[in-house]
C-alpha cells in the first residue's frame, strides 16, 4: 500500500511521544503561596468574565507574567463587583492584592482533578476579594472591543429571553456558561448533548461557511473573501474564550479556506494533525484534558473510522434508499446514524476514561439536535441583532429558538425514563483502551487494503476483494468493545471515601456485588454527585445491593438522598437499610429517608442487634444498635457492622457513643480481633475507648473526617491511643480515599493521594 500523507504520520509520531512524556514524566508542583495568605502581584490581564455566585455576578480577572514565581495565570475574583467601566482593559498591567486560595486536587477515585483541571489551562491558583491597587498602560483595543461586544450580546439575551433559555443560549452562542441554568445542563450532559453547549466545528462550520458563502455570493474576490472570513472566525474565536475545540476548528477552517486561495487539495487528516501539533507545542498537558481528545477523536472518527464503519454498520441494506420524500428521509436517517454511532466508536474509550458512562439514547437524539443547531445559531444571532435595535424583533426572532430548546428538554427528559438508557462502563485500564483502538485499526487497514486491492480488478472479482465480512468485522468490534468493558474482579474490597466532614463506604466481593455504608457530609454541597456517584460509576458499579444507613445526621445521608433522587437513571439501590430503633425514632428522625426511598420504588428494612446478612465469602453482623432503642441522642443509634471476609474482619461503628458504644465489649468479647476498625464519630476525643481497642486490637484503622474541620476531628488523644495500641493509622483528610484489598490471605491498604502500602 503506498505511503499517504508523510506530514500526517510525522504529526503523529510527535503526538505519540508527547502523550508518552506527559504520562510518564513526573508532575512538577509549582511553589505557590500558602492558602489563606494576602498577597499582592503585578501582571498582566490576559482575559477577564463574570461569574455568577450566590446569585451575584462577580468580575473575574486573569493575570499572566506575574512576578511571584507562579508559571501560569492567576485568577482573580474582584471584590468590587462595579462595572465594565470601572476594571482594568484586556491588555493592562495592574498590581493587585487578595487572598489566595489553591485549586483542590481530587480525593477519590473518579472525582473532578480541580487542580489537574486549571493546571492544563495554565492557571496556577485564585485570589479572592481581589482589590486593585495601581493600574497602568495601555490595553489591547480589538480584545477589549470584543470583551464588549459580548457583554452586550450576553446583556440583549437576557433581556428576550427567558432566564433559563437565555443562559443556555450565551453558552451555545457565546460560550459564557456561566450562570449556566444547572437543571438543563445536567440533562443534556445525561443524554450526551453537552457537546452543543460548547463552540466547536459546528459553530465555525456553520457561521464561518456562512460568511465565506455569502461574500462569494456577493462576487468578493477569493482573497478578500477568504481573509475576511478567516479575520471574523477568529475574532469570534477569542470573543468566545478560544477553547479547545473552537482552536482546532478555526485553524482547520482557516487552513480549509487557505487551501482555496492557494489552489491546493484540503486534507483534513492533515489539517487535524498540524493543529493538535501546534496545540500540544505550545501546551502538551492538553493530552489529558477531555475536550481535546474529545474534539480530535470526533474528527478522527469522521474522517477515518466513518468509511470502514459504513461497511461494517451495513444500515443501507437494512433501510434501502428510494426516491421521493421518504427515499430524502431514510438517506438523512441513514446519513446520521452513520455519523453518530461512528464518532461514538472512535470516541468510546475517552467518554469511559473520563465520564465512565455513555448515554446510549444519544445516537438518536443527536440524528435532529444536531440539524436543529443550525437553525438555533441562525436565529440565535438573528435575536441578538434584532434586539439590539428593538426588543420586540428580537423577542420575534427568538420564538423559533425557544420552540426548539423546549424541543430539547422535552426529548432529553423523555429519554431519562427509558429504561438502559445510561451504561455504566467505568473507567478503562490502559491496556484495554490500546487493545481497543489496536482492534480498530488492525480492521480500518485490513478495510484499505481490502479496498486499494478491489480498485484493480475487474467489477466481477470486486465483491471477493472485499476482506473480511461484516459479519467477521462485527465479531471484532464486539470482542474490542468486550475488552474495553470487562471489569474482572477478584477477592474483596472497601473503600473509605473523602467525602470531607462525613462518612462514606463502599464494599465488593468476589461475586461483584456492592455495598454502601452511608453516604453523606456536612463540609461539601452535592457529595452525592461530585463525589460519591463518579467513585461508583468509575468502578463500573451500576448498582447498589444495600445501602447501609447508621444514623440519619447529615453527615451520613445527604448524597444517599442524592442517589435515590436519581436511581432511575443513575446508580439502582437495590435496599435501604435502616436501624431497627424506637418507632418513634422511626417516625422523626427516619420518615424522611423513608419516604424518599418508597417515593423511588427502593425497599426499605430495618437492622438491629442480632441481624445477620451473608452474601458469597461477605457476611454482615449487626452488634448495634439494642432493637427498639428510644433516645434522644441520635448518635446512640448508630448501627455497628461487625463485617468478615474470609479471615478479614472489619468492625464499622458509625458514630456510636454513649451506653451503646461501651455495649459492644460485650458483643464483641469472644470473637476475633480486627483487621480493620472504622474510628467512630470522625475521630472524636471521646470515642473508640481503650477497653474497646484492647479487646479488638485491630491492624489497621480508618479516619474518616473533613480537612481543617471546626471541630478538631481526629483528636489527638483519639490518635495516640490509636498509636499506644500499635495501630496503622490512615486518615481521610490526609490520604484521601483509603482502600483495602483482600486476595488470597494478602491484604493491600491504597491511599489515593499517597500511593500504595503493602502488609
Known sequence: MQIRRPLCLLSLVFILLATACVYSGQVIEEELPSEGERIS?????????????????????????????????????????????????????????????????????????????YQILNISYK??????????????????????????????????????????????????????????????????????????????????????????RCRVPVWMRVTAAVGIMCCYGVMTGMGVSTWRAVFMFALHLAAELFGRTYDMLTALSLAAVLMLTGQPLLVRHSGFLLSFGAVLGIGIILPWWREVFGMDIVFPRGRGVPGKLT?????????????????????????????????????????????????????????????????????????????????????LKLPGGIKIGGKPEPWQIAAYYGILLALILRHAWAEEKAA??????????????????????????????????????VSFLDVGQGDCIVMRNENGNCYMVDGGSTSRSKVGQYQILPFLESMGIGELEAVFVTHPDEDHISGIVELMEQTGYGVRIKSLILPDASDEIKKEKLA????????????VYYIGRGDEMQDGKLKFTCIGPRKGLATDEVN???????????????????????????????????????????????????????????????????????????????HRELTERLMRQGCHIYQTPEGGAVTVRVKGGRIRVEEFLKGKAGA
Not at 468574565?49 to 486573569?62: D, K, N
Not at 455519523?339 to 438518536?364: M, N, Q
Request: charged residues 20%; negative net charge.
Open 331 to 415: 438517506g438523512w436517517i441513514v446519513e446520521g446514524l452513520y455519523l453518530s454511532s461512528g464518532i461514538a466508536v472512535a470516541t468510546l474509550p475517552v467518554l469511559f476514561s473520563f465520564y465512565y458512562v455513555f448515554p446510549l439514547y444519544s445516537l438518536l437524539l443527536n440524528l435532529y439536535v444536531i440539524p436543529l443547531m443550525s437553525l438555533v445559531l441562525a436565529f440565535g444571532i438573528l435575536s441578538i441583532v434584532g434586539g439590539s435595535l428593538l426588543p420586540e424583533a428580537g423577542f420575534l426572532f427568538g420564538m423559533p429558538d425557544r420552540l426548539i430548546l423546549g424541543i430539547y428538554e422535552v426529548s432529553c427528559r423523555a429519554a
Open 636 to 714: 446512640e443509634i448508630s448501627t455497628v457492622l461487625y463485617t468478615e471476609y474470609e479471615e478479614f474482619r472489619m468492625l464499622l461503628t458509625g458514630d456510636v457513643t454513649g451506653e451503646p458504644e461501651r455495649e459492644l465489649l460485650e458483643e464483641l468479647s469472644g470473637r476475633d480481633v480486627l483487621t480493620l476498625l472504622k474510628a467512630a464519630h470522625h475521630g472524636s476525643k471521646y470515642s473508640t475507648p481503650r477497653e474497646l481497642l484492647e479487646l479488638t486490637d485491630p491492624v489497621y484503622a480508618v479516619i474518616s473526617a473533613g480537612r481543617d474541620n471546626r471541630y478538631g476531628h481526629p
Open 592 to 603: 424522611e429517608l423513608r419516604d424518599q426511598a418508597k417515593e423511588n420504588k427502593i425497599p
Open 127 to 216: 485570589l479572592n476579594q481581589t482589590e486593585i491597587l495601581e493600574r497602568s498602560g495601555s490595553c489591547s483595543l480589538l480584545k477589549e472591543k470584543l470583551f464588549q461586544i459580548k457583554s452586550r450580546c450576553c446583556e440583549v439575551l437576557e433581556q428576550i429571553y427567558p432566564e433559563k433559555e437565555a443562559s443556555v443560549l450565551k453558552a451555545m452562542l457565546l460560550g459564557d456558561k456561566n450562570g449556566l441554568d444547572e437543571e438543563v445542563k445536567e440533562l443534556y450532559q445525561l443524554n450526551g448533548l453537552v457537546h452543543i453547549l460548547a463552540i466547536s466545528g459546528l459553530h465555525v462550520s456553520l457561521l464561518g461557511m456562512g460568511v465565506s458563502g455569502f461574500l462569494k
Open 41 to 117: 502581584l503585578t501582571g498582566i490581564v490576559s482575559d477577564k468574565e463574570y461569574r455568577v455566585m450566590f446569585g451575584s455576578r462577580i468580575p473575574v480577572l486573569y493575570i499572566s507574567g506575574v512576578k511571584d514565581g507562579s508559571d501560569g495565570q492567576v485568577m482573580c475574583y474582584m471584590a468590587d463587583a462595579g462595572g465594565d467601566d470601572s476594571l482594568p482593559g484586556i491588555g493592562e498591567t495592574v498590581r493587585v492584592s487578595g487572598k489566595v486560595s489553591r485549586f483542590r486536587e481530587a480525593g477519590n477515585p473518579g472525582e473532578f482533578d480541580l487542580r489537574e483541571y
Open 456 to 493: 484493480s480488478v475487474s467489477e466481477k472479482e470486486r465483491g471477493s476483494s472485499a476482506g473480511i465480512c461484516p459479519m467477521g468485522q462485527w465479531l471484532f468490534v464486539l470482542g474490542a468493545l468486550w475488552l474495553l468493558l470487562v471489569r474482572p474482579v477478584s477477592g474483596f474490597s
